[in-house]
């Protein structure tokens, strides 16, 4: 299995401060099945600013860890990128790091709205033949309000994204609820851990899983895992017919 979103590399941002905890959060993901872990520290949130060379320096450094300790576990570079007006700029200087520095690039909404210009990059990213992928959806305020937003984003040609705490219950019941409802909506393309550390936000997976087999299909589930392989390889990911469902309900709304 491969994880497309992982806060692995060491004093990077709020992941884990010494490489010994990247190596232990490695071998935690190893025993979860996770073979490839794609590593997207922030970039560009207002807090972090992670530019190519010093996560490819990162990324050289807990490999070397890793393979000193026969761990059969590759880490590859990536960013998780805060949408801003500046990001086509920001690109345009070479600072920004594609996915496995393919062509997907991964995008984080901030927590409580979509930005207006949201829409047009997408359309601009997919203009230079980008492929983004929006990270957990399902946390933002908005898409919880109105999963119909989203839904809009998917049609420009973006990706979904589900974090596996999300649907363990980490976040919250909005944010599983809402997971669960994109992932039956044919909205999520992707499942990813989005791990941190080990003790509140690991890298877990199969429990994720097992629920979305129950709950959406394992055909769903088998489509969720083959698309992060083309994710890391460069190949096309997935894609079914969005159906919203006609009545978006909650009872916590």
């Keep these: 299995m491969i994880d497309t979103h992982s806060h692995i590399l060491p004093y ?3 992941g884990p401060m010494t490489i010994q905890e990247a190596v ?9 099945g996770i ?9 560009a949130d207002g807090k972090h600013i992670n530019e190519r060379e010093k996560i490819c320096f990162a990324v050289a450094e807990i490999n070397n860890h890793l393979s000193r300790l026969n761990l059969d576990i590759q880490v590859v570079p990536g960013q998780e990128i805060r949408m801003n007006r500046d990001l086509l700029t920001d690109l345009k200087s070479g600072n920004l790091v594609m996915l496995n520095e393919g062509n997907y690039i991964l995008l984080e909404l901030p927590h409580d709205s979509i930005p207006s210009y949201t829409h047009e990059m997408i359309h601009e990213l997919r203009l230079l033949h980008l492929e983004p992928i929006i990270a957990h959806p399902e946390r933002n305020l908005e898409i919880i309000k109105s999963p119909a937003k989203f839904s809009e984003l998917i049609e420009l040609g973006a990706i979904g994204q589900v974090t596996t705490q999300s ?3 980490h976040y919250g019941k909005k944010a599983k609820e809402t997971a669960l409802y994109l992932c039956k909506s044919n909205l999520i393309h992707l499942i990813a851990t989005d791990a941190h550390d080990l003790r509140y936000r690991p890298p877990f997976i199969q429990q994720a899983l097992h629920l979305i087999s129950g709950k959406v299909g394992p055909d769903f589930t088998k489509m969720l895992l083959q698309n992060a392989e083309f994710v890391l390889n460069h190949g096309p990911v997935i894609k079914r017919e969005p159906e919203l ?5 909650l009872p916590f709304r």
Excluded at 24 to 32: D, I
Excluded at 35 to 43: C, G, K, L
Excluded at 245 to 249: D, E, G, L, S, V
């Design 12 to 14: 990077m941002d709020d």
């Design 35 to 43: 073979r490839s872990i794609i590593a997207t520290p922030h970039h």
């Design 245 to 249: 469902k006609r009545r978006w309900y």
């Design 167 to 169: 649907l363990s219950g």
């Design 24 to 32: 232990q959060m490695a071998e935690a993901a190893w025993k979860e």
